[in-house]
């Protein structure tokens, strides 16, 4: 019903930016918090960024002041911004929308990962 396809992920050297895409497609009726997570092997998925629909944003301490969260609701699309980024945040990035169905049906749906390699 729901698909979430990200892109933009890749290698990059530290001090470099990548930005990530989330497009939301199906039987969308409306799309509330988006959001980025990214998890490394062995550890829990972790938060990374949140943007609830009317825009009020939460970071990880972690990425405050290099990452940007933001979204483009006529396109159903959340973007992050990744810039002066370190060899620490090389993950799996995944997005997370909430939305809600043309149905009514509430859905937290997750995106497939795109991996970010920060290493010189």
């Known amino acids: 019903q729901v698909q979430l396809v990200e892109s933009g992920g890749g290698l990059v050297q530290p001090g470099g930016s990548l930005r990530l895409s989330c497009a939301a497609s199906?039987?969308?009726?409306?799309?509330?918090?988006m959001g980025w997570y990214r998890q490394t092997p062995g550890k829990e998925r972790e938060l990374v960024a949140t943007?609830?629909?009317?825009?009020?944003?939460n970071y990880a301490d972690s990425v405050k002041g290099r990452f940007t969260i933001s979204r483009d609701n006529a396109k159903n699309t959340v973007y992050l911004q990744m810039n002066s980024l370190k060899p620490e945040d090389t993950a799996v990035y995944y997005c997370?929308?909430?939305?809600?169905?043309?149905?009514?049906?509430?859905?937290?749906?997750w995106g497939q990962g795109t991996l970010v390699t920060v290493s010189s």
């Open positions: 997370k929308d909430s939305l809600v169905l043309v149905s009514g049906r509430y859905l937290e749906v």
């Open positions: 943007i609830t629909g009317g825009g009020a944003t």
């Open positions: 199906g039987s969308i009726y409306s799309v509330n918090r």
